[in-house]
């Protein structure tokens, strides 16, 4: 099934981009390893244990290993030349991939829309938090970056269009090229958010830092 | 119901009080969104999920629907003089109401009276804990203020008034009374814990500052 | 029941270790009982919400009442000099022997062994990463001690012995002293990862310093 290995390759990007975000603070094979695989399973088992649902890496293994594999590539993987920008891009579409898959899975659980939306956000954001907070990193939730708004707005894109034309097969598709592509051209012009949307700076930013 | 408004304003008053935590640190509004989110209903969350109950607010979604209105407010909130003080009474009274509920409802479960005042002490500071992991910030564990420890003595007092009079129907007031006051005390008079409660600090408190 | 006290003692070890970790960074005592205590048992209860079995010391609270003894005891222990060296080793069979019973607790539950290996490890460093997270303190996985690398070994150790002489009661004695004594030997002599298995360090290691 399609969707499938597009989860898999979602969850080796993860891995691989999570391990080379950490990468250069000097940590071990298997630190490495450890928040390679956090960063690419973490969301989905947050998701999973709110939800009361099985834990989807303990039914189905195999999203341990891809994520293992790459973790490991990227770590013993050389060129810090290559280290973020083409895989930032790759990232955005797993986030995307991530976040819709979770958002129509909560969503044919019953749990209604907004709960599909948060666990949609969850799972697409989770992972990198996790990795962030066991690398001693500031979240990205404390960066200026447009990382989380176009993963909220796709999941709210998608259980409208879900809701409007339930049948159209395309509204995931729909949902996906809205928050990959706004993620993609947010790291292609390297846009902020604007400065109504943030807080004032009237203290150095420490957590930011 | 009075005591679903109570919960209300208390989740309220904590999304507010997690904004307004971390704006000076400079963040954008989903930021600030969902770490208010996160320290209004982090706590419960976290319970919910230990105790293996249903988490609340996926049954009940206008927990986050008043956390999410709060944490707006808070956001774009623009006198930084009504920044802290006001708020930190009622965030106390909060805290208080939430460990109150959540001791009682795991009474009810019949864990056992150990584990509800854990659940209670889980529920009232677990929510402020994830906000500071997220943010980056040192969380309150670290620091000298009385926070946790009304909290947990006032859950202890909630089962023993439990516990000797079952039928009371005012041992719940009287541990929200407790903790509510103890720690209003704590803030008016800027109260630390005594140094024999305190260990030495024979090292740079990085963590703390 | 020999493994039952056994467990009970490594719960203590793990409250006091968790408590003289953080201790010089002066904190009261009700916060370093909350991280004693989240550092003996933090490991074990993210394992069972992930497997969604009980969460053990819901069941037992006695592994609670252990720890939090412990961890006043190690609060209010005044001897920095005996900080942390001899404990240290003990830390390292606690460690060991966590690992080893949540490996059996899971192969028991037919989650495979994979997951098995996945939840010892998980239970081994958890709660020394949630200790350290709350304190504020870079975790073990900065770090360049060898600390989850001889967890992992034994858990795929253990695995291996059980899937070959499934009737063996001596593998999980083996698995033990393989994680404790490879665990000591790298505190005596100070071991490291070697350079080929670490990362280089081009940036400065802020989240390891």
Not at 188 to 202: G, H, K
């Amino acid at each position: 099934m399609l969707l499938y290995y597009l989860e898999m390759i979602g969850t080796a990007v993860f891995a691989a981009t999570g391990v080379l975000a950490v990468k250069r603070q000097g940590l071990d094979v298997i630190g490495g390893l450890i928040l390679g695989v956090v960063a690419a399973l973490g969301g989905g088992t947050v998701r999973d244990m709110a939800i009361d649902a099985p834990v989807f890496w303990i039914r189905d293994f195999n999203y341990v290993w891809v994520a293992v594999v790459a973790a490991l590539v990227a770590f013993f993987f050389k060129r810090p030349s290559l280290r973020h920008r083409p895989l930032l891009y790759l990232d955005a579409w797993g986030a995307a991939l991530f976040a819709v898959v979770a958002t129509d899975k909560v969503l044919a659980l019953q749990l209604g829309a907004p709960v599909a939306v948060t666990m949609g956000v969850l799972t697409g954001i989770g992972g990198g938090l996790l990795r962030d907070i066991l690398a001693g990193r500031p979240t990205l939730l404390m960066s200026r970056e447009i990382y989380a708004t176009p993963i909220l707005l796709g999941c709210v894109l998608l259980v409208l269009l879900r809701h409007a034309t339930p049948g159209l097969a395309y509204s995931g598709l729909a949902a996906l090229a809205f928050i990959g592509g706004l993620r993609s051209c947010a790291l292609y012009w390297s846009l902020q958010m604007p400065a109504w949307l943030t807080s004032r700076e009237d203290a150095p930013r420490d957590a930011a830092e």
